[in-house]
């Protein structure tokens, strides 16, 4: 099956600081979606990007699908942006066969 | 509007019972699923329901049954519970090939 590798996996960062976290997979994708796991497990939306850039307020996100990454941006990072950020992924012709990667554990200490 | 919703939130089993986790949307999404997500682990994928009446094996299915019992409700069950399959399980529903929307989970434990 399609392997999801994130990095890295695990950042500590100051308040105020920004980060980049990195989404590489295996095979070809339709289907790309970044989530944020709060402490008390909730799972958040973020972004539905197969392909391109999307923004929304301190966060953005680009997929170059044909190289086979995503990034997500966070900028000027805030305490409550803690816990863990998932990419998840369906590869092409995977039916809706989600895979998701192991995550990158955030904590920002103020 | 209340997305997507799971019972029982908390759970305690001893081995060899046997138990359903209800879900439920209300967002006419065509396609359902259930995932565990284990300690430190990301989310894995249990079976998944494209539409109402159509269910397909996931990564782990594995001891696992389930039910899309219409377009709103896609219950999973576990037969004859195992301390493996202690974990925490999310239902999700979506378009299909769309953006995926979560539930609250159910966090069970087997003794």
């Known amino acids: 099956g399609i392997q999801v590798e994130q990095s890295p996996p695990d950042l500590i960062l100051q308040e105020g600081a920004n980060s980049t976290l990195r989404c590489n997979f295996s095979?070809?994708?339709?289907?790309l979606q970044w989530f944020h796991q709060n402490p008390w497990g909730q799972l958040i939306n973020l972004f539905y990007?197969?392909?391109g850039t999307k923004q929304n307020g301190r966060l953005s996100a680009t997929t170059v699908a044909t190289e086979r990454y995503s990034l997500l941006y966070i900028s000027s990072s805030q305490t409550t942006d803690s816990g863990v950020y998932f990419c998840?992924?369906?590869?092409?012709?995977?039916?809706?066969?989600?895979?998701f990667g192991t995550g990158t554990k955030l904590q920002v200490i103020p | 509007n209340a997305g997507v919703t799971q019972t029982p939130k908390f759970q305690v089993l001893k081995t060899g019972q046997s138990m359903t986790l209800q879900c439920a949307q209300d967002?006419?999404?065509?396609?359902m699923y259930w995932y565990r997500q284990d300690p430190g682990m990301g989310l894995r994928l249990i079976y998944y329901?494209?539409?109402?009446?159509?269910?397909d094996k996931g990564e782990v299915p594995n001891g696992y049954n389930v039910s899309r019992l219409n377009k709103r409700e896609f219950s999973l069950r576990l037969e004859s519970a195992a301390p493996s399959q202690t974990s925490v399980y999310f239902c999700?529903?979506?378009?299909?090939?769309?953006?995926?929307?979560f539930g609250p989970g159910t966090r069970l434990t087997v003794t």
């Open positions: 999700a529903s979506g378009f299909r090939g769309g953006e995926q929307y």
């Open positions: 095979d070809s994708v339709n289907n």
């Open positions: 990007i197969p392909s």
């Open positions: 998840a992924v369906v590869r092409s012709g995977g039916y809706q066969k989600v895979t």
């Open positions: 967002m006419n999404h065509n396609s």
């Open positions: 329901s494209a539409s109402e009446g159509t269910t």
